[in-house]
């Protein structure tokens, strides 16, 4: 099964952009990519996903790598409200269902 | 507005006490899915229900139940909870089951005494 590997944790300072890495080198060729995020105390909502061409949202971008093994969720300009864990998952490759990784923790500085 | 309400917010149960979560969803979605969360963990799926196909997860322990009336409803049942089984148990739902996009409730924070 395609793994996914992001950074434990990251810092972004308020109102600053912020760039997301996510690494899965043995994606298949149908392997959607799908974020999610996880807010203090809330259930996980859906930010994006994409397939192969960089994709745009109100929520936030993700930039996908030419090879496809890689990708990057882009927060605009990161607010309070955006200290979250964030997730890279690749739900076709498990079946459809999401399987979470430890995701990257997300705080952000005022 | 809301779309997945999962009730109560809050349980308290003691160790042995069978314990009932609920699941409910305005979204007519065919796929719910139960998800366990314990502290400081990411969330891990028990099992979901494709209409009402029930499909299990390889590792869900016995002790776990559930059930689906009908498309809006779907419980968790925790027939002898036991101190390790104290998580936020977590209701999505999702049009599909093939990576359609699965919208959460707020969870049920389960402690067991």
């Known amino acids: 099964d395609a793994k996914t590997t992001q950074p434990n944790s990251m810092e972004s300072n308020e109102e600053e952009p912020v760039h997301l890495p996510c690494n899965h080198s043995t994606i298949s060729g149908t392997d959607y990519i799908h974020w999610y995020r996880q807010l203090p105390s809330q259930g996980p909502e859906y930010v994006i996903h994409g397939l192969t061409s960089n994709v745009n949202n109100r929520m936030a971008s993700l930039a996908i790598a030419e090879d496809r093994k890689s990708s990057t969720l882009i927060l605009h300009r990161a607010t309070l409200r955006d200290a979250a864990v964030y997730y890279c998952?690749?739900?076709?490759?498990?079946?459809?269902?999401?399987?979470f990784g430890q995701g990257t923790e997300l705080s952000v500085k005022p | 507005d809301a779309m997945v309400i999962q009730n109560p917010r809050y349980q308290v149960t003691q160790f042995g006490k069978p314990v009932t979560l609920s699941c409910s969803q305005t979204l007519n979605h065919n796929v719910m899915y139960w998800y366990q969360q314990k502290s400081s963990q990411a969330p891990k799926l028990l099992f979901h229900y494709y209409d009402k196909d029930f499909n299990n997860e390889a590792d869900t322990p016995d002790n776990f139940q559930s059930r689906r009336p009908n498309t809006s409803f779907c419980f968790l049942d925790i027939r002898s909870p036991g101190l390790g089984d104290a998580a936020m148990y977590l209701c999505a739902t999702s049009r599909g089951a093939t990576g359609d996009t699965q919208y959460f409730g707020p969870g049920t924070r389960l402690t067991v005494l």
């Open positions: 998952i690749l739900p076709y490759n498990q079946g459809g269902k999401l399987i």
